[in-house]
Every structure is written in structure tokens, then in C-alpha cells.
């Protein structure tokens, strides 16, 4: 796939409060934010939250199976968490070519995050490295 700067790719996502769970179990990272209702309901979000890296797998998993695709590896990234993520909410991944850096096969990315308010969740810059020129 030859990409232009603008070309650019969205999708719909949902994570369940059963993957937060699975993903603390992986991760180690148990925090109670992410995992107890009542603990959670004394916070500034009043329920559970997604883990904020869970919730950036979806830029890598883009990258590397759909925008730019197979044979791309999302190899950096920054980014800001403007709002949480909920559980069994959906939202969407938005990732868009800024910029094209042919002597490396780098493309450098807009990351973000929506709900569908159209509400910016997560904002970032990441970077792919595509085996065929871009």
C-alpha cells in the first residue's frame, strides 16, 4: 500500500471490564482503580477505569495489521491522556500519515483516541517502520 500524508484510518473498539481484568493479571498491575467498583466509586471517575496503556494497544495493533498494515511495526510513541477510558464503552482508534521518512521507512503518525461524542481521549504521536517503502 503506497500511503500519502493525510491518508488516514479509523475503527470502533470496546474493552470489556473481563479483558481490564485479564490484562491486571497479566500486567501485575492491579491498582483498584481498575478492578473495584466500590473503591472506585470514591474517586474523581466514580467507577472502574481502563488501564491508560491498555488502552493504547489498539494504535499498535492498527499499525501493524491494518494502517499501514502487515509488515509495519509501531517502533515509538508519545502521549497524552486527556480523559479516561470506561469499560464496555466504545470508543475509537483514529491514527492519520503526518509525515514520511523514506530513507528509514518511517512513517510518523496523529494517535488518538475518541469517544463516540467525538470527545478527544487520548492524544499522541507514534511512529511505524514499514519494510516497504511508504
Do not use: C, W
Not at 486527556?82 to 496523529?110: A, R
Amino acid at each position: 500500500m503506497k500511503l500519502k500524508i493525510g491518508d488516514n484510518y479509523k475503527e470502533e473498539f470496546v474493552i470489556t471490564q473481563d479483558m481490564v481484568k485479564k490484562f491486571a493479571e497479566l500486567t501485575g498491575d492491579k491498582n483498584p482503580l481498575h478492578l473495584d467498583k466500590e473503591f472506585a466509586s470514591k474517586t474523581r471517575f466514580k467507577k472502574p477505569i481502563v488501564h491508560g496503556l491498555f488502552s493504547v494497544t489498539s494504535f499498535g495493533k492498527v499499525m501493524g495489521t491494518k494502517f499501514p498494515g502487515h509488515g509495519s511495526i509501531h517502533v515509538g510513541q508519545n502521549l497524552s491522556f486527556k480523559k479516561p477510558l470506561y469499560p464496555d464503552t466504545k470508543y475509537f482508534v483514529y491514527i492519520e500519515l503526518v509525515k514520511i521518512i523514506k530513507k528509514k521507512h518511517f512513517g510518523v503518525f496523529k494517535t488518538q483516541i475518541f469517544d463516540l461524542k467525538n470527545n478527544l481521549i487520548v492524544d499522541g504521536t507514534g511512529i511505524a517502520l514499514h519494510e516497504e517503502k511508504l
